[in-house]
């Protein structure tokens, strides 16, 4: 973050990154991106990135930039996701059917294994309660600080106060202080209510006409957990595929209910008894560089086929809809 002599004021990590740096660089100097094992999505951004004439040093060092954004912030919205929505039996059941109509199974006829694909490609067409659970778990559990560098003075009045931010002042914004706003979303602004992104569904405010309009239209502004502008997150729609993804493939084939606290790993006498649904766990206070926070403490669940998928290969068509 400091960018001043990080061998020096950081260099474990430094160290660390240099070493991952080199072996990406020379994974894509040997061509091994094109191997038949690689999946289409590293395929398909390599042959992208080569197109407008990134080089093998520039293939890695993206995929190293990749990796930092999915392990601090792609892979804890996955957990907050998983958990509001597996805590919820009416959201749970209206994805399985959702994702179900998305969903082919085929069968092998040498081998008799049975395959069922989803195609993700319809995500955001065929599934809108799914969309609409992402967005309100993001909504709940991102963190992210917007940092904007001010062109001109500026003055920001509130009901009783009156603040002049002057030019060139760095301003933070947290974006949890607007997206858990009863004054933007209604009353139920901490609850996860997913209905709130859907058109048909109960509003945060029951209002109707202009007001409407201007309710969401606040809440479009109040909403950034990618940033925006010319800062708006790239990575957003790789965010998305891979996290609903994730989620459709527990709803469909797996149960995923809470593990027994009081046993020492998962045991088969744990693996035979349902829990319950998952509670949602307290959040940590956050590091600066990290835009979603962790649970407080352990959080143990227990995961496995469902009766009936035993013995199920899964798959994914990321074809268009």
Same mark, same amino acid.
């Given at each position: 973050m400091l960018d001043f002599f990080p061998s020096f004021t950081a260099p474990k990590a430094h160290l660390a990154r240099a070493k991952v740096q080199t072996a990406l660089r020379a994974y894509f100097h040997a061509g091994y991106d094109l191997?038949?094992?690689?999946?289409?999505?590293?395929?398909?951004?390599?042959?992208?990135?080569r197109k407008y004439g990134f080089g093998p040093?520039?293939?890695?060092?993206?995929?190293?930039?990749?990796?930092?954004?999915?392990?601090?912030?792609?892979?804890?919205?996955?957990?907050?996701?998983?958990?509001?929505?597996?805590?919820?039996?009416?959201?749970?059941?209206?994805?399985? /059917? $959702?994702?179900?109509?998305?969903? &082919?199974r085929s069968t092998d006829p040498a081998t008799g294994e049975t395959s069922m694909t989803i195609t993700a490609g319809k995500f955001a067409t065929h599934c809108p309660i799914l969309c609409a659970a992402y967005q309100e778990s993001i909504r709940l559990s991102n963190r992210q600080m917007s940092i904007r560098v001010? /062109? $001109?003075?500026?003055?920001?009045? &509130?009901?009783?106060?009156?603040?002049l931010i002057q030019k060139d002042s760095v301003l933070f914004i947290p974006s949890n202080i607007y997206s858990e706003s009863p004054e933007i979303w209604g009353s139920n602004a901490h609850l996860f209510e997913p209905g709130r992104w859907l058109k048909e569904g109960a509003g945060v405010v029951d209002v109707g006409g202009k007001e409407a309009k201007d309710t969401e239209r606040l809440q479009k502004k109040a909403f950034f957990p990618f940033g925006g502008g010319r800062h708006l997150c790239p990575g957003r729609h790789l965010a998305f595929a891979e996290i609903l993804g994730m989620i459709a493939l527990l709803v469909m084939g797996f149960d995923v209910v809470m593990a027994d606290e009081s046993r020492s790993g998962l045991s088969s006498a744990v693996a035979e008894k349902e829990e319950g649904l998952l509670?949602?766990?307290?959040?940590?206070?956050?590091?600066?560089?990290?835009?979603?926070?962790?649970?407080?403490?352990?959080?143990?669940?227990?995961?496995?086929?469902?009766?009936?998928?035993e013995g199920v290969r899964w798959g994914f068509d990321l074809g268009s809809a």
């Open positions: 191997d038949d094992d690689v999946s289409p999505f590293i395929k398909r951004r390599t042959f992208t990135q040093n520039e293939c890695g060092d993206w995929d190293l930039a990749m990796m930092l954004v999915a392990t601090t912030n792609a892979v804890p919205t996955l957990f907050w996701t998983v958990v509001y929505v597996l805590s919820s039996p009416a959201i749970i059941a209206s994805v399985r /059917e $959702e994702v179900s109509a998305i969903t &082919s001010a /062109e $001109e003075d500026t003055t920001v009045a &509130s009901s009783d106060k009156t603040f509670r949602v766990p307290a959040r940590e206070y956050r590091f600066f560089g990290e835009a979603v926070p962790k649970p407080v403490g352990e959080y143990n669940v227990l995961v496995r086929r469902k009766k009936g998928f």
